[in-house]
């Protein structure tokens, strides 16, 4: 087919079905990658590439250098700001070198060339953009083996500070050895499994400490008596724990004419068990007018909004005698409503705090033996978890980690790592520790071990278990037990505090799929900037895309400053003025463009993966590839259209 016969009248507007069906050819995608290739030669030549390369160099460098307290903080910081460089240089690289792609060949006259020539509009545009993302491609390459490198160097250095490295003792018995006389014998005495935390090195062995709240003790102990561990500065593959709920009890009392139940710390899938105390009269022979009374809600509202005026909490139980073999159950929705402390007619009734209530009938048969259990089966609205959550002894929560596939088991010991605030139960007092025992369970065989662990407040603690507990369909499930009566175990409700270890993994492994993400990241910018290119001046395009950029980047700041609000039920909106509905209406709207509308470039970060020393999951990464694709091709396809209604001949 001649050159002329994409051509449908003289303003060069080509017909999409026949640039499609000249692409799709081995002649169509050879023009597209020769275009490519001579975009990123053309790039390469004006030392683009080597510049960004350069600014990589100096700025790993420079990360060896930033003070930190400890070799773990070193590692977190090194990669931290290289995988920043690496975003930050490619989107300048990408913004300049894209979004003057086309304008310049326009200014000089080149288009008229590639438009004479055996390609048309559609090969043209994406070629340019292949050619950039080449380019984008080769910067990540060289920036990734320089992250790569600095971190592994930074992994290397050992200053034994901040607490970075722990001694186990793995002889039967090993002797600390101190300069302090006044230290009793049988403390210096350390058994197998003891753990101390590193904090040097000597000749003759490691330098150790044993720290409490009020007490430390430090000395040397000889190297063949111990083995050492890091506290996370290599990445570690974990699955994370879901919490499945956990067995408590909760306050019952009968008023007249009605059962009041108090439950506090409310969670999905959590059971409650209530002893109830002598009847009184019903008030009638199959119901019970109950009151149930919820406090310290996990599911607060968001921060900066009042919660009087937010949706109230929806919650479906699952009401049953626990003491019947085969207990029938009656599911109830609640409807909760907010109480203030100062509108109660009771306020000494019930401990002081502001509570959500709501009042159902249940079957007098559930409550025929003196106790009644409830189970949370459904909660909603489903808040922003804020806040921590404690539980006491009465309650026994527990995690589910898994399923895992069967090629990531290990051999002999799997590990589960935990981290707990530890606290009294009465005031805000920290304990040294809390003695608990952790029971690991084989969730489809029943298979179940005990391992005594000592928590240390926000301290990592490691329970090894043998790996034929984890089951690849249901996982491996954690039970918290024997808390100390004095004590409270508190964790962060937006994560659980429970993390399964299946293997430690190396540097090389979140390197390529950090740099996976910033390359899919990129490549959003670089056809946004090609696109724009196609229609707008050379400084406009650039700043357009930095403009993305910049928005993409703060969406998920907005959204939360916003409080991204559910619509308020309908008798809350007759409530407001015209005016302040037509005021919600406009946020309202405005945050669902947001939302949906405006590209976000969270997804693209292994921000929080790094700070914890996780190796970046496969499926993270395979998001960020739909959502690139997505991005990609809605702006491909603009500047696919703008270039066809530009005048070239």
Same mark, same amino acid.
């Given at each position: 087919?001649?050159?002329?016969?994409?051509?449908?009248?003289?303003? $060069?507007?080509l017909?999409?079905?026949?640039?499609?069906?000249?692409l799709?050819?081995?002649?169509?995608?050879?023009r597209v990658?020769?275009?490519?290739?001579? &975009?990123t030669?053309?790039?390469v030549?004006?030392?683009v590439?080597?510049g960004?390369?350069?600014?990589?160099?100096?700025? $790993?460098l420079g990360?060896l250098?930033?003070p930190?307290?400890?070799? /773990?903080?070193?590692v977190?910081?090194?990669?931290?700001l290289?995988?920043g460089?690496?975003?930050?240089?490619?989107?300048?690289?990408?913004?300049?070198?894209?979004?003057?792609?086309? #304008?310049?060949?326009?200014?000089t006259k080149?288009?008229?060339?590639l438009?004479t020539?055996p390609?048309?509009?559609?090969?043209?545009?994406?070629?340019?953009t292949?050619?950039?993302?080449?380019l984008? /491609?080769?910067?990540?390459f060289?920036?990734g083996?320089? &992250?790569?490198?600095?971190?592994r160097?930074?992994h290397l250095?050992?200053?034994f500070?901040?607490?970075?490295?722990?001694?186990e003792?793995?002889?039967?018995?090993? =002797?600390?050895e101190t300069d302090?006389?006044?230290?009793?014998?049988?403390?210096?005495?350390?058994?197998?499994?003891?753990?101390?935390?590193a904090?040097?090195? &000597?000749?003759?062995?490691?330098k150790?400490?044993?720290?409490?709240?009020?007490?430390?003790? !430090?000395?040397?102990?000889?190297?063949?008596?111990v083995?050492?561990?890091?506290r996370?500065?290599?990445?570690e593959?974990?699955?994370?724990?879901?919490e499945?709920?956990?067995?408590?009890?909760?306050?019952?009392?009968?008023?007249v004419?009605?059962?009041?139940?108090?439950?506090?710390?409310l969670?999905?899938?959590?059971?409650?068990?209530f002893?109830?105390?002598?009847?009184?009269?019903?008030?009638?022979e199959?119901?019970?007018?109950?009151?149930?009374?919820?406090?310290?809600?996990?599911?607060?509202?968001?921060?900066?909004?009042? =919660?009087t005026?937010?949706?109230?909490?929806?919650?479906?139980?699952e009401?049953?005698?626990p003491?019947?073999?085969?207990?029938?159950?009656?599911? @109830?929705?609640?409807?909760f409503?907010?109480?203030a402390?100062?509108?109660?007619?009771?306020?000494?009734?019930w401990?002081a705090?502001?509570?959500?209530?709501?009042i159902?009938?249940?079957p007098?048969r559930? !409550?025929?033996?003196?106790?009644?259990?409830?189970?949370?089966t459904?909660l909603?609205p489903?808040y922003?978890?804020?806040?921590?959550?404690?539980v006491?002894?009465?309650?026994?929560?527990?995690?589910?980690?898994?399923?895992?596939?069967?090629s990531?088991?290990?051999?002999?010991?799997?590990?589960? =790592?935990?981290?707990?605030h530890?606290?009294?139960?009465?005031?805000?007092?920290?304990?040294?520790?809390?003695?608990?025992?952790?029971?690991?369970r084989? %969730?489809?065989?029943?298979?179940?071990?005990?391992? %005594?662990?000592?928590?240390?407040?926000?301290?990592?603690?490691y329970v090894?278990?043998p790996? #034929?507990?984890?089951?690849?369909?249901?996982?491996v499930?954690?039970? +918290?037990?024997?808390?100390?009566?004095?004590?409270?175990?508190?964790?962060?409700?937006?994560e659980?505090?429970?993390? +399964?270890?299946?293997e430690p993994?190396?540097?090389? /492994?979140?390197?390529?799929?950090?740099?996976?993400?910033?390359?899919?990241q990129?490549?959003?910018? !670089?056809?946004?900037?090609?696109?724009?290119?196609t229609?707008?001046?050379?400084?406009?395009?650039i700043?357009f895309t930095l403009?993305?950029?910049m928005?993409?980047?703060? @969406?998920d700041?907005?959204?939360?400053?916003?409080?991204?609000?559910?619509?308020p039920?309908?008798?809350?909106l007759q409530?407001?003025? %015209?005016?302040?509905?037509?005021w919600?209406w406009?946020e309202?709207v405005?945050?669902?463009?947001?939302?949906?509308?405006?590209? $976000?470039f969270?997804?693209?970060?292994? !921000?929080?993966f790094?700070?914890?020393?996780?190796?970046? %999951?496969?499926?993270?990464?395979?998001?960020?590839?739909?959502i690139a694709?997505?991005?990609?091709?809605?702006?491909?396809?603009f500047?696919?259209l703008?270039?066809?209604?530009?005048?070239?001949?």
């Amino acid at each position: 087919m001649p050159p002329q016969a994409d051509r449908q009248h003289p303003s $060069g507007r080509l017909d999409l079905v026949r640039s499609l069906h000249r692409l799709f050819t081995p002649s169509g995608w050879r023009r597209v990658a020769e275009l490519a290739v001579l &975009t990123t030669r053309e790039a390469v030549r004006s030392r683009v590439l080597v510049g960004a390369v350069a600014l990589m160099v100096v700025l $790993g460098l420079g990360s060896l250098l930033w003070p930190q307290a400890s070799d /773990a903080g070193r590692v977190i910081v090194v990669q931290r700001l290289c995988y920043g460089g690496l975003t930050f240089f490619g989107l300048i690289v990408a913004a300049f070198v894209g979004g003057s792609a086309l #304008h310049r060949d326009i200014v000089t006259k080149r288009i008229y060339t590639l438009a004479t020539k055996p390609l048309s509009r559609l090969e043209i545009v994406l070629g340019k953009t292949a050619g950039l993302i080449l380019l984008l /491609a080769l910067f990540l390459f060289f920036g990734g083996l320089i &992250t790569y490198g600095v971190t592994r160097i930074a992994h290397l250095r050992k200053t034994f500070e901040g607490g970075s490295y722990e001694l186990e003792v793995v002889a039967s018995t090993a =002797r600390l050895e101190t300069d302090d006389p006044t230290v009793e014998e049988e403390r210096l005495i350390l058994r197998q499994g003891q753990m101390l935390e590193a904090i040097g090195k &000597t000749e003759d062995g490691y330098k150790a400490r044993i720290a409490g709240r009020h007490t430390e003790l !430090a000395g040397t102990i000889p190297e063949d008596a111990v083995r050492l561990h890091e506290r996370t500065l290599a990445p570690e593959r974990v699955v994370g724990g879901r919490e499945l709920g956990a067995r408590a009890r909760g306050q019952a009392r009968w008023r007249v004419g009605e059962l009041a139940l108090a439950i506090g710390e409310l969670a999905r899938n959590e059971t409650w068990v209530f002893d109830l105390p002598e009847e009184q009269e019903p008030v009638d022979e199959e119901t019970i007018r109950t009151r149930i009374i919820v406090g310290h809600l996990r599911h607060e509202p968001v921060r900066g909004v009042d =919660r009087t005026q937010h949706q109230p909490p929806r919650i479906q139980f699952e009401f049953f005698n626990p003491r019947e073999e085969d207990p029938a159950r009656a599911s @109830k929705v609640v409807d909760f409503v907010f109480s203030a402390r100062e509108a109660r007619r009771d306020p000494d009734e019930w401990p002081a705090y502001d509570y959500y209530y709501g009042i159902i009938a249940l079957p007098r048969r559930l !409550a025929a033996d003196g106790v009644l259990a409830a189970e949370v089966t459904d909660l909603r609205p489903s808040y922003r978890p804020l806040g921590r959550v404690f539980v006491r002894g009465e309650k026994e929560p527990r995690w589910r980690a898994g399923p895992v596939r069967s090629s990531v088991l290990p051999e002999e010991q799997a590990t589960f =790592r935990t981290r707990f605030h530890v606290q009294a139960r009465t005031g805000l007092d920290l304990l040294d520790y809390a003695a608990v025992t952790a029971i690991i369970r084989n %969730p489809a065989t029943g298979e179940q071990v005990e391992r %005594p662990i000592r928590l240390r407040h926000l301290t990592v603690s490691y329970v090894r278990f043998p790996s #034929h507990l984890i089951d690849p369909n249901q996982g491996v499930e954690f039970v +918290l037990t024997d808390i100390p009566d004095d004590a409270q175990i508190g964790y962060r409700a937006d994560e659980p505090p429970v993390y +399964l270890i299946l293997e430690p993994d190396r540097f090389a /492994a979140t390197t390529v799929r950090s740099v996976a993400l910033i390359f899919f990241q990129l490549s959003i910018f !670089a056809t946004i900037a090609v696109a724009a290119s196609t229609v707008l001046s050379a400084p406009v395009a650039i700043l357009f895309t930095l403009v993305v950029a910049m928005a993409g980047g703060i @969406k998920d700041l907005l959204l939360e400053e916003m409080g991204r609000r559910a619509l308020p039920a309908a008798a809350t909106l007759q409530q407001m003025t %015209p005016t302040e509905q037509a005021w919600y209406w406009i946020e309202y709207v405005y945050q669902q463009v947001l939302i949906w509308a405006a590209p $976000g470039f969270s997804q693209f970060s292994s !921000a929080e993966f790094i700070n914890r020393q996780w190796t970046v %999951p496969w499926s993270v990464v395979a998001i960020a590839v739909l959502i690139a694709l997505g991005y990609s091709f809605v702006f491909f396809a603009f500047g696919y259209l703008f270039l066809s209604a530009r005048e070239l001949e």
